[in-house]
């Protein structure tokens, strides 16, 4: 299968600072990637869609405005949190989706934020 | 709106083979039906997926109900790896940027030695 990859993949930072997590399609480009986002003991929740050098499509309940996604590239797509909140502290995963009939999404391996 | 619905969570014992059901009576005529997979603090893994027929490859098969209003993800011989979330998934539309994997709870599957 294809490979995603993720960077970090674990980040500490503090109250009110921002911090930008990197998702990459290794060996495939993506047109279309997505960010999800998993509390402990839940499902992963899709944030948004993002496609090449489009604006990204947020979920309801989701801010733009403190979750910035650029899709820069077919083969990376970044999720900026900015002014972080303990809240916001949670498993962030990037999926990348592969063209072709099937469509088939690839997952990165995560990354986890935990913001003091 | 995940679509399907799954039980909480199963058990096996290592070796035996496990069944993992999923309902999914509001699948349309052209939704796949894929099942993935998730270990603790990792992203998803891709397991199977499968439109009509059944489906076999080296991690499990996929029996899909010939209504394809349910299906069976089974592994035919637990180990302790295979101990997972297991989600059974159809793409759906979101907004104005396609369709996407929504992800419901999925079956907890616990592999005892």
């Known amino acids: 299968g294809a490979v995603v990859s993720q960077h970090p993949s674990r980040v500490i930072c503090k109250s009110g600072t921002s911090v930008k997590i990197e998702c990459r399609s290794l060996d495939f480009q993506a047109t279309t990637m997505f960010w999800y986002r998993q509390f402990p003991k839940q499902s992963l929740m899709l944030m948004a869609t993002?496609?090449?050098?489009?604006?990204?499509?947020?979920e309801q309940g989701v801010e733009k405005d403190k979750f910035l996604i650029n899709h820069a590239s077919l083969t990376l797509s970044t999720l900026t949190v900015t002014s972080a909140h303990p809240e916001d502290s949670s498993f962030y995963i990037c999926?990348?989706?592969?063209?072709?009939?099937?469509?088939?999404?690839?997952f990165g391996p995560g990354t986890r934020l935990t913001v003091l | 709106d995940a679509k399907t619905t799954q039980p909480n969570s199963m058990e096996s014992n290592e070796e035996e083979p496990v069944h993992l059901p999923c309902n999914h009576s509001t699948i349309s005529g052209t939704d796949y039906i894929h099942w993935y997979r998730q270990l603790p603090s990792q992203g998803p893994e891709y397991v199977i997926h499968g439109l009509t027929s059944n489906v076999n490859n080296r991690m499990a098969s996929l029996a899909i109900a010939e209504d394809r209003k349910s299906s069976t993800l089974i592994l035919h011989r637990a180990t302790l790896r295979d101990a997972a979330v297991y989600y059974c998934?159809?793409?759906?539309?979101?907004?104005?940027?396609?369709?996407?994997?929504?992800f419901g709870k999925g079956t907890t599957l616990s592999v005892s030695s």
């Open positions: 999926s990348a989706r592969k063209g072709g009939p099937f469509n088939e999404q690839f």
């Open positions: 998934i159809l793409r759906v539309p979101v907004n104005q940027a396609g369709t996407a994997l929504i």
């Open positions: 993002s496609n090449e050098g489009s604006k990204a499509t947020y």
